[in-house]
Nanobody
Framework: QVQLVESGGGLVQAGGSLRLSCAVS????????MGWYRQAPGKQRELVAA???????NYADSVKGRFTISRDNAKNTVSLQMNSLKPEDTAVYYC???????????????WGQGTQVTVSS
């Protein structure tokens, strides 16, 4: 089965940085789009950043210029470098990947368990 394991979350002061990483394991043929979502208390889950297998990126307006997404297609990993963090960035961050498994002709969407990011003022 396909699994997504996240790491790098934690507590940081405003203005600081964190780097989130997500490793995808399993019998994978290819990973298409990969990205990060977040959900703060009382809010809906929202897209933070995503990248296609070809390198096209998409960022939420609130994080442009501060966050950078990257991926290693050979290792099926995706990372999110978060700089100049603000208290409003506090949320649970989820890794997401659209994956075609070996032997399958279709694509499924997979989610990590989430990692807490807390930014103090």
């Amino acid at each position: 089965q396909v699994q997504l394991v996240e790491s790098g979350g934690g507590l940081v002061q405003a203005g600081g940085s964190l780097r989130l990483s997500c490793a995808v394991s399993g019998s994978i043929f290819s990973a298409n789009a990969m990205g990060w979502y977040r959900q703060a208390p009382g809010k809906q889950r929202e897209l933070v950043a995503a990248m296609s297998s070809g390198g096209t990126t998409n960022y939420a307006d609130s994080v442009k210029g501060r966050f950078t997404i990257s991926r290693d297609n050979a290792k099926n990993t995706v990372s999110l470098q978060m700089n100049s963090l603000k208290p409003e960035d506090t949320a649970v961050y989820y890794c997401n990947a659209e994956i075609r498994r070996l032997g399958a002709s279709w694509i499924d969407s997979y989610w990590g368990q989430g990692t807490q990011v807390t930014v103090s003022s």
